[in-house]
């Protein structure tokens, strides 16, 4: 096939068609299906489908807050960059990633902890919305909870992706445990595409241009 025949929606429409038909016989629940196909077609990792964890209400959530302006903070700026700004800011809102900040970086090194974890304090401070989307750092998901439990910070929803090996599963099954709504990778998958690719699922739905 002459590639230059697809334009590129028709390459994106095409690659969900794919999905569906690879997913097979299989019911996605209406309201999670947009978020699951979107991260299957950022990885093309079929797996998600069974992985992805969303509490009660979590889309419900998150649409709510994104239709309120919300704050968005990411763990990386990969995760920044991949955020769709314009549909976001259609919205009213931001995204910010507080990682490269001089105060973060060098409140961190003094008391010898991540960046990530501080960044979560950093997050704290803001007022209105807000969604944490972390795709990297499970640190950011511990210092969460523990700012969660101190009454310091209540996100509205909490994307929770992080990739590796060391205190990944378990950074995601705390924040399962929280309380808050939370869409989650659960195992060692993830990184800062899923992140993204979640938080434009729920944008592109806002703006009906999800599939």
Known sequence: MDWHELAPMDIEKRSFEIITRELGGRTLDPERAPIIKRVIHTTADLDYADTLYFSEDAVKAGKAALLAGASIVTDTRMAEAGINKTALSKLGGAVYCFMSDQDVAGEAKARGITRAAV??????????????????APTALLRLNELIWEGRIKPD??????????????????????GIPCILSLGRKGGSNVAAAIINALLYTLHDREQ
């Open 157 to 178: 929803l909490i994307v929770g992706v992080p990739v590796g090996f060391v205190n990944v599963v378990e950074s995601k099954e705390i924040i399962k445990a929280s």
């Open 119 to 136: 960044s979560m304090e950093k997050a704290a401070v803001l007022t209105g919305p807000l969604i944490i989307a972390a795709g990297n």
